[in-house]
């Protein structure tokens, strides 16, 4: 029997019931410009989804290199439990993390290897969101990606170093935030952590449904948990300062009616009034740099008037589950 030589790079893929985004990224890593035995490719299926098995069987290289393997985490699930079974089994000194709805540039791994050394433990690469001009507010989310400083869409890792602080906490159950807890304990326990611009992969915008900025509120449950575990690094990196208007917007529709009843009524029309001018400058704020469609517009009138309620809900949400003072 003919043993592969051991490869130098894992690339650890998770993977959520999107079989046409993965296919779409698999080709891009398959084609990278390394040598195809010195890299391998995880799959990992987060979604325990036959498609997607079905499309990593079609997407499997006839000669075999590099090596493909796909599996299924055995009980939780989340991003960072997939990316933790990933690089537990991954057979690489070298862990390389990408989304499976990235394309990442052919020259990608070789970029990254070649900007790794023994004095660093990890790095991000280059994301590139394309999106039209003027974006939507969700294209122009995304776009953050390009700014951000450690992400998992492109980031690569010594295994030894994810095996000194073990891997993601797994607590972080969405995409958010997990790729900044680890990155700071990375920093803070193993050592310096960098960038690699030659590093590229392109994060195409999904298409997402109205109202996606509403479900994203829960996001901020899991800031909370990143705020109690490094209080100091979140506010120097992450987010300076609490969303004051989203609380006063909270705090001034809970007072006008309480005012009303108190018989106060002319406060109360102030309270409402307040709160209707921080709304729609909320709004506008939004709409500044943004598309002005009709649906565009109406989308962001109602759902800026929404979003501090589902803000300020999740943030105090977050900070009892964590037992964190946090705002």
């Known amino acids: 029997m003919i043993s592969l030589p051991t490869p130098r790079i894992s690339v650890v893929i998770p993977t959520y019931r999107r079989p046409a985004l993965l296919k779409r990224c698999l080709r891009a890593v398959l084609s990278q410009?390394?040598?195809?035995?010195?890299?391998?490719?995880?799959?990992v299926d987060d979604g325990h989804d036959d498609a997607t098995l079905d499309a990593v069987i079609e997407m499997q290289?006839?000669?075999?290199?590099?090596?493909?393997?796909?599996?299924?985490?055995?009980?939780?699930?989340?991003?960072?439990?997939?990316?933790?079974?990933?690089w537990r089994s991954a057979r690489g000194s070298l862990i390389a993390f990408t989304d499976d709805d990235t394309v990442p540039d052919r020259y990608w791994l070789a970029a990254g290897e070649l900007a790794m050394s023994r004095d660093i433990v990890a790095l991000c690469g280059r994301v590139r969101v394309p999106t039209a001009e003027p974006p939507t507010d969700h294209e122009l989310m995304t776009r953050g990606l390009e700014r951000a400083e450690f992400v998992t869409a492109n980031a690569f890792v010594w295994r030894d170093a994810l095996e000194a602080v073990g891997g993601f906490d797994e607590r972080f159950e969405r995409a958010w935030r997990e790729d900044s807890?680890?990155?700071?304990?990375?920093?803070?326990?193993?050592?310096?952590?960098?960038?690699?611009?030659?590093?590229?992969?392109?994060?195409?915008?999904?298409?997402?449904?109205?109202?996606?900025?509403l479900r994203q509120q829960?996001?901020?449950?899991?800031?909370?948990l990143l705020y109690k575990k490094h209080p100091q690094l979140y506010r120097?990196?992450?987010?300076?300062?609490?969303?004051?208007?989203?609380?006063?917007?909270?705090?001034?529709?809970i007072a006008a009616p309480?005012?009303?009843?108190?018989?106060?009524?002319?406060?109360?029309?102030?309270?409402?009034?307040?709160?209707?001018?921080?709304?729609?400058?909320?709004?506008?704020?939004r709409l500044r740099h943004t598309a002005r469609t009709p649906r565009h517009v109406w989308e962001m009138l109602a759902t800026s008037a929404i979003i501090p309620f589902l803000s300020v809900y999740w943030r105090l949400r977050g900070a009892i589950r964590y037992r964190v003072l946090f705002l």
């Open 218 to 224: 829960k996001n901020a449950l899991f800031d909370a």
């Open 236 to 253: 120097q990196r992450i987010d300076p300062m609490p969303p004051w208007n989203y609380f006063a917007v909270v705090g001034l529709a």
């Open 61 to 86: 290289p006839e000669s075999g290199l590099p090596a493909m393997r796909y599996m299924r985490p055995a009980a939780r699930r989340g991003p960072a439990v997939a990316r933790n079974a990933g």
């Open 33 to 43: 410009s390394l040598d195809p035995h010195a890299y391998e490719v995880i799959v």
């Open 181 to 213: 807890d680890l990155q700071f304990r990375l920093m803070n326990e193993v050592g310096p952590v960098t960038r690699c611009e030659e590093a590229v992969v392109e994060h195409p915008v999904r298409p997402e449904a109205w109202g996606v900025c």
């Open 258 to 285: 309480l005012l009303a009843l108190a018989g106060h009524p002319s406060l109360a029309l102030t309270a409402l009034a307040l709160v209707l001018v921080l709304v729609l400058e909320f709004a506008w704020r």
